[in-house]
T-cell receptor
Framework: GDQVEQSPSALSLHEGTDSALRCNFT?????VQWFRQNSRGSLISLFY????TKENGRLKSAFDSKERRYSTLHIRDAQLEDSGTYFC??????????FGSGTQLTVMP | GPKVLQIPSHQIIDMGQMVTLNCDPV?????FYWYKQILGQQMEFLVN????????KSKLFKDQFSVERPDGSYFTLKIQPTALEDSAVYFC???????????FGSGTRLLVI
Protein backbone atom coordinates (compact mmCIF):
# COMPACT_ATOMS: atom_id res chain seq x y z
CA GLY A 1 0.00 0.00 0.00
CA ASP A 2 1.03 3.58 0.51
CA GLN A 3 3.36 2.56 3.31
CA VAL A 4 5.64 0.64 0.96
CA GLU A 5 7.48 2.10 -2.00
CA GLN A 6 9.32 -0.29 -4.30
CA SER A 7 11.88 0.76 -6.88
CA PRO A 8 12.35 0.42 -9.70
CA SER A 9 8.87 -0.52 -10.91
CA ALA A 10 10.38 -2.36 -13.87
CA LEU A 11 13.88 -3.51 -14.74
CA SER A 12 15.51 -5.25 -17.68
CA LEU A 13 18.84 -7.01 -17.23
CA HIS A 14 21.12 -9.02 -19.45
CA GLU A 15 22.13 -12.45 -18.26
CA GLY A 16 25.19 -12.35 -16.02
CA THR A 17 24.69 -8.82 -14.74
CA ASP A 18 23.98 -7.67 -11.18
CA SER A 19 21.27 -5.40 -9.84
CA ALA A 20 19.52 -4.27 -6.69
CA LEU A 21 15.88 -3.73 -5.81
CA ARG A 22 14.83 -1.48 -3.01
CA CYS A 23 11.88 -0.99 -0.69
CA ASN A 24 11.32 2.11 1.42
CA PHE A 25 8.81 2.17 4.23
CA THR A 26 7.06 5.28 5.49
CA UNK A 27 7.09 3.90 9.01
CA UNK A 28 9.25 1.60 11.13
CA UNK A 29 8.70 -2.04 10.30
CA UNK A 30 9.38 -5.08 12.45
CA UNK A 31 10.27 -7.49 9.66
CA VAL A 32 10.24 -7.86 5.91
CA GLN A 33 9.68 -10.74 3.55
CA TRP A 34 10.66 -10.84 -0.14
CA PHE A 35 8.73 -12.84 -2.72
CA ARG A 36 9.00 -13.60 -6.42
CA GLN A 37 5.78 -14.08 -8.36
CA ASN A 38 6.22 -16.11 -11.53
CA SER A 39 4.26 -15.90 -14.77
CA ARG A 40 1.70 -18.42 -13.49
CA GLY A 41 1.04 -16.26 -10.45
CA SER A 42 2.67 -18.46 -7.83
CA LEU A 43 4.29 -16.58 -4.96
CA ILE A 44 7.66 -17.93 -3.88
CA SER A 45 9.21 -16.81 -0.61
CA LEU A 46 12.82 -15.69 -1.03
CA PHE A 47 13.76 -14.22 2.33
CA TYR A 48 12.31 -13.42 5.71
CA UNK A 49 14.32 -10.89 7.74
CA UNK A 50 13.79 -9.41 11.17
CA UNK A 51 17.19 -7.68 10.91
CA UNK A 52 20.56 -7.84 9.19
CA THR A 53 21.29 -9.72 5.98
CA LYS A 54 20.62 -13.12 4.46
CA GLU A 55 22.11 -14.75 1.42
CA ASN A 56 20.92 -17.64 -0.71
CA GLY A 57 22.92 -18.45 -3.81
CA ARG A 58 22.93 -15.45 -6.10
CA LEU A 59 20.38 -13.56 -4.00
CA LYS A 60 21.13 -11.44 -0.96
CA SER A 61 18.77 -9.33 1.09
CA ALA A 62 19.32 -6.74 3.78
CA PHE A 63 17.00 -5.04 6.25
CA ASP A 64 18.20 -1.82 7.81
CA SER A 65 18.50 -2.73 11.49
CA LYS A 66 18.77 0.85 12.78
CA GLU A 67 15.80 2.76 11.49
CA ARG A 68 14.04 -0.28 10.01
CA ARG A 69 12.68 1.78 7.12
CA TYR A 70 14.20 0.12 4.07
CA SER A 71 15.23 -3.20 2.65
CA THR A 72 17.18 -4.27 -0.41
CA LEU A 73 17.38 -7.36 -2.58
CA HIS A 74 20.56 -7.91 -4.60
CA ILE A 75 20.66 -10.21 -7.60
CA ARG A 76 24.08 -11.36 -8.72
CA ASP A 77 24.81 -12.97 -12.12
CA ALA A 78 21.18 -12.72 -13.25
CA GLN A 79 19.74 -15.76 -15.03
CA LEU A 80 16.69 -16.12 -17.27
CA GLU A 81 14.79 -17.94 -14.52
CA ASP A 82 15.10 -14.89 -12.26
CA SER A 83 12.47 -13.13 -14.39
CA GLY A 84 9.27 -12.36 -12.55
CA THR A 85 7.72 -9.78 -10.29
CA TYR A 86 9.49 -9.19 -6.99
CA PHE A 87 7.50 -8.02 -4.00
CA CYS A 88 8.69 -6.84 -0.64
CA UNK A 89 6.18 -7.26 2.16
CA UNK A 90 7.03 -5.74 5.51
CA UNK A 91 5.10 -6.17 8.71
CA UNK A 92 4.72 -3.43 11.30
CA UNK A 93 3.87 -5.98 13.95
CA UNK A 94 0.19 -6.40 13.22
CA UNK A 95 -1.21 -9.55 11.71
CA UNK A 96 -0.75 -8.57 8.11
CA UNK A 97 1.94 -8.18 5.50
CA UNK A 98 1.88 -4.93 3.54
CA PHE A 99 2.78 -5.59 -0.06
CA GLY A 100 4.56 -3.14 -2.32
CA SER A 101 3.57 -2.64 -5.95
CA GLY A 102 6.36 -4.90 -7.13
CA THR A 103 9.36 -4.73 -9.44
CA GLN A 104 8.82 -6.44 -12.77
CA LEU A 105 12.19 -7.98 -13.68
CA THR A 106 12.99 -9.24 -17.16
CA VAL A 107 16.28 -11.03 -17.73
CA MET A 108 17.33 -11.13 -21.38
CA PRO A 109 19.83 -13.46 -23.07
CA GLY B 1 9.96 -27.14 1.33
CA PRO B 2 6.60 -27.29 3.07
CA LYS B 3 3.69 -26.16 0.93
CA VAL B 4 0.30 -24.57 1.27
CA LEU B 5 -2.19 -26.28 -1.04
CA GLN B 6 -5.19 -24.46 -2.47
CA ILE B 7 -8.20 -26.12 -4.01
CA PRO B 8 -9.51 -25.44 -6.60
CA SER B 9 -6.90 -23.63 -8.67
CA HIS B 10 -9.62 -22.03 -10.80
CA GLN B 11 -13.31 -21.42 -10.22
CA ILE B 12 -15.97 -19.77 -12.38
CA ILE B 13 -19.22 -18.94 -10.66
CA ASP B 14 -22.42 -17.07 -11.40
CA MET B 15 -22.91 -13.80 -9.55
CA GLY B 16 -25.02 -14.29 -6.46
CA GLN B 17 -23.98 -17.88 -5.90
CA MET B 18 -21.90 -19.09 -2.97
CA VAL B 19 -18.28 -20.16 -3.36
CA THR B 20 -15.91 -21.85 -0.94
CA LEU B 21 -12.17 -21.64 -1.41
CA ASN B 22 -10.15 -24.32 0.35
CA CYS B 23 -6.68 -24.14 1.82
CA ASP B 24 -4.53 -26.85 3.36
CA PRO B 25 -1.92 -24.95 5.39
CA VAL B 26 1.54 -26.16 6.40
CA UNK B 27 0.97 -28.82 9.05
CA UNK B 28 2.65 -27.23 12.08
CA UNK B 29 1.58 -23.66 11.32
CA UNK B 30 -0.84 -21.95 13.65
CA UNK B 31 -1.69 -18.71 11.85
CA PHE B 32 -3.69 -18.61 8.63
CA TYR B 33 -4.38 -15.80 6.21
CA TRP B 34 -6.26 -14.88 3.08
CA TYR B 35 -5.00 -12.27 0.62
CA LYS B 36 -6.64 -10.95 -2.55
CA GLN B 37 -4.91 -9.89 -5.75
CA ILE B 38 -6.87 -8.29 -8.56
CA LEU B 39 -5.23 -8.74 -11.96
CA GLY B 40 -2.30 -6.35 -12.36
CA GLN B 41 -2.58 -4.98 -8.84
CA GLN B 42 -0.75 -5.63 -5.61
CA MET B 43 -1.62 -8.20 -3.02
CA GLU B 44 -3.97 -7.02 -0.29
CA PHE B 45 -4.65 -8.49 3.13
CA LEU B 46 -8.13 -9.82 3.83
CA VAL B 47 -8.08 -11.68 7.13
CA ASN B 48 -5.98 -13.45 9.73
CA UNK B 49 -7.22 -16.49 11.67
CA UNK B 50 -5.73 -18.03 14.79
CA UNK B 51 -6.99 -20.46 17.39
CA UNK B 52 -10.40 -20.63 15.78
CA UNK B 53 -10.92 -16.89 15.65
CA UNK B 54 -10.55 -13.97 13.28
CA UNK B 55 -7.79 -11.83 14.78
CA UNK B 56 -7.75 -9.02 12.25
CA LYS B 57 -9.60 -8.21 9.03
CA SER B 58 -9.34 -5.45 6.47
CA LYS B 59 -12.07 -3.34 4.94
CA LEU B 60 -11.93 -5.66 1.92
CA PHE B 61 -13.29 -8.46 4.11
CA LYS B 62 -16.94 -7.70 3.45
CA ASP B 63 -19.90 -9.03 5.42
CA GLN B 64 -20.40 -11.60 2.66
CA PHE B 65 -17.06 -13.17 3.52
CA SER B 66 -16.47 -15.73 6.24
CA VAL B 67 -13.61 -17.99 7.28
CA GLU B 68 -13.38 -21.14 9.34
CA ARG B 69 -11.27 -24.18 9.95
CA PRO B 70 -13.52 -26.88 11.40
CA ASP B 71 -11.63 -29.54 13.39
CA GLY B 72 -8.24 -28.98 11.76
CA SER B 73 -9.49 -29.63 8.25
CA TYR B 74 -9.27 -27.13 5.41
CA PHE B 75 -9.04 -23.45 6.21
CA THR B 76 -11.85 -22.03 4.08
CA LEU B 77 -12.93 -18.69 2.69
CA LYS B 78 -16.62 -18.56 1.86
CA ILE B 79 -18.21 -15.79 -0.16
CA GLN B 80 -21.99 -15.67 -0.08
CA PRO B 81 -23.35 -14.13 -2.22
CA THR B 82 -20.62 -13.44 -4.75
CA ALA B 83 -20.38 -10.16 -6.66
CA LEU B 84 -18.59 -9.28 -9.90
CA GLU B 85 -15.92 -7.34 -8.00
CA ASP B 86 -14.98 -10.50 -6.12
CA SER B 87 -13.20 -11.71 -9.26
CA ALA B 88 -9.53 -11.97 -8.29
CA VAL B 89 -6.85 -14.42 -7.27
CA TYR B 90 -7.20 -15.43 -3.63
CA PHE B 91 -4.04 -16.52 -1.88
CA CYS B 92 -3.97 -18.50 1.31
CA UNK B 93 -0.93 -18.29 3.57
CA UNK B 94 0.17 -19.78 6.86
CA UNK B 95 2.92 -19.06 9.36
CA UNK B 96 4.26 -20.84 12.45
CA UNK B 97 3.96 -17.76 14.63
CA UNK B 98 2.62 -14.24 14.47
CA UNK B 99 4.69 -11.97 12.22
CA UNK B 100 6.98 -14.78 11.13
CA UNK B 101 7.93 -16.47 7.87
CA UNK B 102 4.82 -16.81 5.71
CA UNK B 103 4.26 -19.62 3.21
CA PHE B 104 1.81 -18.81 0.43
CA GLY B 105 -0.25 -21.15 -1.69
CA SER B 106 -0.45 -20.89 -5.48
CA GLY B 107 -3.77 -19.11 -5.38
CA THR B 108 -7.33 -19.77 -6.51
CA ARG B 109 -8.35 -17.79 -9.57
CA LEU B 110 -11.99 -16.83 -9.05
CA LEU B 111 -14.09 -15.45 -11.87
CA VAL B 112 -17.59 -14.23 -11.05
CA ILE B 113 -19.80 -13.84 -14.14
Amino acid sequence: GDQVEQSPSALSLHEGTDSALRCNFTTTMRSVQWFRQNSRGSLISLFYLASGTKENGRLKSAFDSKERRYSTLHIRDAQLEDSGTYFCAPSSGSWQLIFGSGTQLTVMP
Amino acid sequence: GPKVLQIPSHQIIDMGQMVTLNCDPVSNHLYFYWYKQILGQQMEFLVNFYNGKVMEKSKLFKDQFSVERPDGSYFTLKIQPTALEDSAVYFCASSPGANSDYTFGSGTRLLVI
